[in-house]
């Protein structure tokens, strides 16, 4: 979520600076058009923070998930092997007291 909101503030950013049109925001009603929504912009940032609430989310209900289950993981079981089959890496050091 933390991206999606340095997302947003470099789309900000952009269009101060460069005069870009990131935020859809500029020059709305200079079109001409009939439907004239001069918040647009606002409405692109906030379905924006909006869809990366939501990825936050599923990433954290399933990161909980995955944390909490009973049995361990693929990559659990392999780095448990590698380390049963190279024990001598994984040796404590012994501290020499002078």
Not at 20 to 40: E, H, I, S, V
Not at 58 to 77: C, D, E, I, M, Q
Not at 82 to 87: A, D, M, Q
Request: glycine content about 6%; some cysteine.
């Amino acid at each position: 979520m933390a991206l999606g909101a340095l997302w947003e503030i470099f789309e900000f950013l952009l269009d101060n600076t460069l005069s870009l049109n990131m935020q859809k925001a500029r020059d709305l009603c200079a079109l001409g058009t009939f439907y004239c929504d001069t918040r647009l912009g606002v409405v692109d940032t906030m379905y924006d923070l909006i869809l990366d609430a939501a990825g936050a989310l599923y990433a954290s209900v399933t990161g909980y998930f995955y944390l909490n289950r009973k049995t361990p993981s693929l990559f659990h079981r392999l780095v448990r092997e590698f380390e049963e089959k190279n024990r001598r890496l994984f040796r404590k050091k012994r501290l020499d007291k002078k």
